[in-house]
């Protein structure tokens, strides 16, 4: 089995930063893209950043130039800095992964959310 844990969520005040992490484990052979999304109370979950194994980089419009993703293949973890928060950030993070395991099977895995609130 294959599970993702976040951490690093929490309450901060605008302008601030804050640092998710997402950590993967279990029968993991590789692990493919990696990201992160986001919902609000009311809205669809949106994605806010995407990396590829080798490397590649995919943001959402309303956080380039203040949100950076990176991962470290080795510990098999994603993570999102995020600074310069703005309010419009507050949401639920997830962490998704697509991983194929030890009996070569694929498939996508869904942490269970970080909480982010930004205070105005």
């Known amino acids: 089995q294959v599970q993702l844990v976040e951490s690093g969520g929490g309450l901060v005040q605008a302008g601030g930063s804050l640092r998710l992490s997402c950590a993967a484990s279990g029968t993991i052979f590789s692990i493919n893209a990696m990201g992160w999304y986001r919902q609000a109370p009311g809205k669809q979950r949106k994605l806010v950043a995407r990396i590829t194994s080798g490397g590649s980089t995919t943001y959402a419009d309303s956080v380039k130039g203040r949100f950076t993703i990176s991962r470290d293949n080795a510990k098999n973890t994603v993570y999102l800095q995020m600074n310069s928060l703005k309010p419009e950030d507050t949401a639920v993070y997830y962490c998704?992964?697509?991983?194929?395991?030890?009996?070569?099977?694929?498939?996508?895995?869904w942490g269970q959310g970080t909480q982010v609130t930004v205070s105005s």
């Open positions: 998704y992964a697509g991983i194929v395991s030890t009996r070569r099977d694929y498939g996508e895995y």
